[in-house]
């Protein structure tokens, strides 16, 4: 089970930082990802971390301004999030492979989901 959590309103060039707990089987040594959707689009890929947190992923538009990390003790993943604006508002949904360490962007290479956290960013 994955378990995110974190989400809520902030304004404009402010931060959060959204977690995504991993319960009830074993996710260790599993990449694992934040994507995000937002109201009539598209999921989109956010950040992914190998099993052990040594290589990250980011599309193009986060680099700079989120980072992921994790916590392998408590199974956990984060996601930082700076100087957010008003488009990063979405549902963020963490997501873990299964028995793979590599981290991908793409939504299909992974499978188990958590059901999400929603961030909104007012303008």
């Known amino acids: 089970q994955l378990q995110a959590s974190g989400g809520g309103l902030v304004q404009a060039g402010g931060s959060l930082r959204v977690s995504c707990a991993a319960s009830?089987?074993?996710?260790?040594?599993?990449?694992m990802a934040w994507f995000r959707q937002a109201p009539g689009k598209e999921r989109e890929f956010v950040a992914a971390i190998s099993g052990g947190g040594g290589k990250t992923l980011y599309a193009d538009s986060m680099k700079g301004r989120f980072t992921i990390s994790t916590d392998n003790a408590k199974n956990t993943v984060y996601l930082q999030m700076n100087s957010l604006k008003p488009e990063d508002t979405a549902v963020y949904l963490c997501?873990?492979?299964?028995?793979?360490?590599?981290?991908?962007?793409?939504?299909?290479?992974?499978?188990?989901w958590g059901q999400g956290t929603l961030v909104t960013v007012s303008s």
């Open positions: 997501a873990a492979r299964k028995f793979r360490a590599d981290p991908r962007s793409s939504s299909n290479e992974y499978d188990y």
């Open positions: 009830g089987r074993t996710f260790s040594g599993a990449a």
